[in-house]
């Protein structure tokens, strides 16, 4: 069966408090993807955001962040008097730093209300949880600076564990009781997603990034200096995005020392992930063959050599230790055939991206239109101008063009936005995963991500409401089913 689906941050959504979480407004949306026959909601990582608020940027593989909690349900398990007044609710960017100051006051008064029970005691000892909670303590402790700023019993700890924690016992138990209520409240609603029969596309970031409790704790695994600081930083050469390419600063992985320990680190956090989410897409999946090593010192990504990387290995590892595990391929981008053969051997749906191929000017037909099945077709993604942007964007010439193209091919009804989102909808591809804010027909001020650039307005978009969004998917509904109906 043909299915479609809706890319949008969690972060994205309605609801009374600034930023999307896991209360009411998440079950609204599931019910209108519910209502439209959408069948798959694809989110951005909703590990706690570090630098630039960037969800790929986060400070751990497992921890959640605490700003998708719902104070509703909190108010409902009578940890909070009653929810709040709206903050910020009508607002269309996602202003974190006050979001995080107005609500925190609140989650601390929920803490101290909580009376630890035997659930969350099974929760609190599992090892990353512990971890992060110290971690978390100690960067609090240290005005939020990175860890290789510590003092250097703290940045140190993990290597030896022998410290006396009593003055942040507090703080610790208060960041676990926040991630033991984010597993609670997500897996509320990831349950009511799947009685509506919308199954969870997640996103997991292939790189971890330097200031995580990933690397504090875990510095064995990452190519590191004696001091803990990356010899040598992930990216990707000049390409399509950027002329100097992209120096994402994330550390490398050492590979052999994963290897020696069947690459236990992967093993672990893709495993949790696949407790989260239904599906799992890996971003960056081509540094699975070969990834873009940048030395720490070089001040952009031009200078850089790909190194061929484990994959098969990885991957082999995976699903055996993993049953049942589900993942989907980020491969986009210049890539060498190795790449496919790898996705293909797992027969791994990877992704395509229309803005991409019909940008073709210069070319009388578009004629590398996906066509294969056993993949995800996207209008664009959210490191893409959203698609009204992007159309704005092209020559007059190329814009006639693409619409006299799309009308011999049927697609002649409504505005260019539409028709090439009907023309996604009516492809062979087994998935079609729209942006939301495509659905739209949103401009350039919805685009969520611009890569190669740092901090607002990225990742801040959201929806004040969900009413205009419901008359979109209501109109894509007729498409939505047409696909069903036509396997």
């Known amino acids: 069966m043909r299915e479609t689906g809706i890319l949008m941050a969690v ?16 079950r609204d949306w599931i019910d209108l993807l519910c209502q439209n026959g959408v069948t798959l909601w694809q989110i951005l990582p909703l590990n706690p955001t570090g630098y630039g608020n960037s969800p790929y940027q986060p400070y751990s593989s497992f921890a959640g962040d605490e700003i998708y909690l719902s104070l509703e349900r909190l108010a409902e398990q009578g940890l909070l008097d009653a929810a709040p007044a709206p ?13 995080r100051e107005w609500k925190e006051p609140l989650l601390r008064e929920a803490c101290a209300r909580f009376v630890p029970n035997a659930e969350y005691e099974e929760f609190a000892k599992q090892g990353w949880a512990a971890d992060y909670a110290v971690f978390r303590a100690f960067k609090k402790a240290n005005d939020r ?63 971890v990034g330097i200031d995580s409790v990933d690397v504090w704790a875990g510095r064995e695994n990452f190519l590191l200096d004696s001091d803990g600081r990356p010899t040598f930083i992930a990216g990707v050469p000049p390409d399509y995005f950027s002329a100097t390419g992209q120096r994402w600063g994330n550390p490398i992985y050492d590979w052999d020392k994963l290897r020696a320990d069947d690459f236990e680190f992967w093993v672990r956090r893709i495993g949790y992930n696949q407790t989260l989410f239904d599906i799992i897409r890996i971003d960056h999946f081509r540094a699975f063959d070969t990834y873009w090593k940048i ?22 590892t995976l699903y055996r230790r993993l049953p049942g595990l589900a993942l989907v391929a980020e491969d986009l981008g210049d890539l060498r055939p190795e790449v ?15 803005e991409f191929t019909l940008n073709a000017e210069g070319r009388e037909v578009y004629d590398a239109l996906p066509d294969r099945e056993n993949q995800i077709l996207y209008t664009g993604t959210h490191d893409n101008a959203t698609l009204r942007e992007w159309y704005s964007a092209l020559p007059a010439v190329q814009r006639r063009r693409l619409c006299r193209w799309l009308a011999g091919r049927g697609f002649d009804q409504g505005t260019a936005v539409q028709r090439i989102v009907a023309l996604a909808l009516a492809s062979p591809a087994q998935w079609v995963v729209i942006p939301v804010q495509d ?7 919805a685009r969520m991500n611009t890569p190669g650039t740092v901090g607002s307005p990225n990742w801040e978009w959201r929806l004040p409401e969900l009413g205009k969004a419901a008359k979109a998917l209501e109109r894509l509904r007729p498409l939505i089913r047409a696909r069903k109906e036509n396997p």
């Not at 903050?87 to 979001?99: G, M, P, W």
């Not at 659905?439 to 001020?445: E, R, S, V």
Request: hydrophobic letters at 40%; one cysteine or more.
């Open 11 to 26: 972060s994205s959504l309605p609801s009374p408090y600034g930023a999307g979480d896991f209360g009411r407004c998440a």
């Open 87 to 99: 903050f910020r609710a009508r607002e269309s960017r996602v202003d974190y730093e006050a979001i």
């Open 145 to 207: 600076r990175c860890w290789l700023e510590w003092p250097d019993w703290q940045r140190d700890w993990p290597l030896h564990r022998d410290a006396d924690l009593g003055e942040y016992e507090d703080e610790i138990r208060y960041h676990l009781f926040l991630q033991y209520q984010f597993s609670r409240q997500w897996a509320a609603v990831r349950d009511y997603a799947h009685e509506k029969g919308v199954r969870i596309l997640g996103d997991v970031p292939f790189y």
């Open 295 to 316: 030395a720490a010192s070089c001040p952009t990504a031009i200078d850089g050599q790909w190194i061929e990387a484990p994959g098969y290995a990885v991957l082999d």
């Open 340 to 354: 496919l053969q790898l996705r293909d051997h797992y027969r791994l749906k990877g992704m395509k991206v229309l």
């Open 439 to 445: 659905a739209m027909q949103l401009p350039a001020a």
